[in-house]
């Protein structure tokens, strides 16, 4: 993207997100895994040097989603609220990296529109959330404060 990666950031892991920009259906998505619930967000249509369109445009995805899986817009509005500050970082945890691999699996797909294919992605169970869907885990935490403070 661009930027220089800061070193040593200090976040909790449910506000943080795991990114990579990989091919499918031959166009370039940029797809987010969260790191504690391993929930997938995938966008398309930004370009190198687009950090401030990259932000927004996963903002608008990721509350569009989560209102299409019924999440309550108050709690999507105070997650939100946490996450205003955007930092590139370089990564280590390959337990979410591995997560993020099983999500880039196929690189072509027929869903007709990105939200039917988060809703297929995002009820994959995965072993490090002790064999929950995605889904069903971040809506979870959404409740819990901990989740919120930096660790």
Partial sequence: MKTTPVEDINVAPFLSWHVNIYILNKRKHIVFVNDLTRLAIIIDGIRTGQLERLKDKFMLTFRE??????????LINRYLEYCTEVVISKTNNRSVLGTMKEVTWFTEDDFYDNFERLKWLNRMIHKPIDYMEPINYFKESLWDP????IV
């Fill in 146 to 149: 901990k989740n919120y403070n």
């Fill in 65 to 74: 989603y989560l209102l299409r899986e019924g999440v309550n817009d108050t």
